[in-house]
């Protein structure tokens, strides 16, 4: 069976759990490719879309028998981008894990897996991205085990949408305190999306780490 890995941006947080989730298909004598751009994709069998940032077009997905993308909201809510720290900036601590067929239409194809990240209200951006880059493989590897015997079910019930988040969006509020900000805190990105407020004109940037990290 030949698997493609897919993540087009090599910088991307989930490089790490990509390199894992290729060595353990490796070592079950699967073919698999890594690869950074859509347009590497060729004829096979399951192509995993991981973290990509640009939508893969209808025509490449017709090379691969299935096309998969892992996304953290109970679909159809939660449609989007980053639901995972939007659902921790409403201050959720169970987090819906999905795994579902890419269609043309953004994140609206059928579900065949769902799990659960499960936190504890004080991890910070590194832990977050931790525990979900282990699920994402633990869904990966459990879709590849099954396959072909698993099918998928059409999403259903109303859906809603998540923004796109930029860096504006870990600006601080001066006038609230800390524990109503520490969610926000949670999910900054120290060096690409740090934490920032203006006092008297001037830009401050806070970078927020563990004693234990430190």
Same mark, same amino acid.
Request: charged share 30%; aromatic share 10%; proline share 6%.
């Given at each position: 069976?030949?698997?493609?890995?897919?993540?087009?941006?090599? /910088?991307?947080?989930?490089?790490?759990?990509? *390199? %894992?989730?290729?060595?353990?298909? #490796?070592?079950?004598?699967? *073919?698999?490719?890594?690869?950074?751009?859509?347009?590497?994709?060729?004829?096979?069998?399951?192509?995993?879309? #991981?973290?990509?940032?640009?939508?893969?077009? %209808?025509?490449?997905? $017709?090379? /691969? $028998? !299935?096309?998969?993308?892992? !996304?953290?909201?109970? #679909?159809?809510?939660?449609?989007?981008?980053?639901?995972? +720290?939007?659902?921790?900036?409403? @201050? $959720?601590?169970?987090?819906?894990?999905? =795994?579902?067929?890419?269609?043309?239409?953004?994140?609206? @194809?059928?579900?065949? =897996?769902?799990? +659960?990240?499960? #936190? &504890?209200?004080? %991890?910070?951006?590194?832990?977050?991205?931790?525990?979900? @880059?282990q699920k994402t493989k633990e869904l990966i590897l459990n879709f590849v085990e099954q396959y072909p015997d698993i099918e998928g079910e059409e999403q259903k019930g109303e859906e809603?949408?998540?923004?796109?988040? +930029?860096?504006?969006?870990?600006?601080? &509020?001066? !006038? $609230? +305190?800390?524990?109503?900000?520490? /969610?926000? =805190?949670?999910?900054?990105?120290?060096?690409?999306?740090?934490?920032?407020?203006?006092? /008297?004109? %001037?830009?401050?940037?806070? *970078?927020?780490?563990?004693?234990?990290?430190?």
């Amino acid at each position: 069976m030949q698997i493609t890995l897919l993540c087009d941006n090599p /910088n991307s947080w989930i490089i790490p759990y990509v *390199k %894992e989730i290729e060595e353990q298909l #490796l070592v079950k004598n699967y *073919k698999v490719e890594v690869i950074e751009n859509y347009r590497d994709l060729k004829k096979g069998d399951l192509a995993f879309f #991981l973290a990509c940032e640009e939508i893969v077009p %209808e025509e490449y997905l $017709k090379l /691969n $028998k !299935h096309n998969l993308v892992i !996304h953290e909201s109970d #679909l159809p809510q939660g449609k989007g981008w980053s639901p995972l +720290t939007w659902q921790v900036l409403e @201050g $959720k601590n169970e987090i819906p894990i999905i =795994l579902f067929e890419a269609v043309p239409e953004l994140d609206a @194809g059928p579900i065949y =897996l769902k799990g +659960t990240i499960k #936190l &504890d209200g004080m %991890e910070l951006n590194y832990e977050l991205k931790d525990k979900q @880059g282990q699920k994402t493989k633990e869904l990966i590897l459990n879709f590849v085990e099954q396959y072909p015997d698993i099918e998928g079910e059409e999403q259903k019930g109303e859906e809603s949408y998540y923004p796109k988040r +930029t860096p504006e969006d870990s600006e601080l &509020d001066i !006038h $609230k +305190t800390i524990n109503e900000q520490f /969610n926000l =805190l949670r999910v900054v990105d120290n060096e690409r999306y740090p934490a920032f407020f203006y006092k /008297n004109g %001037e830009k401050y940037i806070l *970078k927020i780490y563990k004693e234990e990290d430190i």
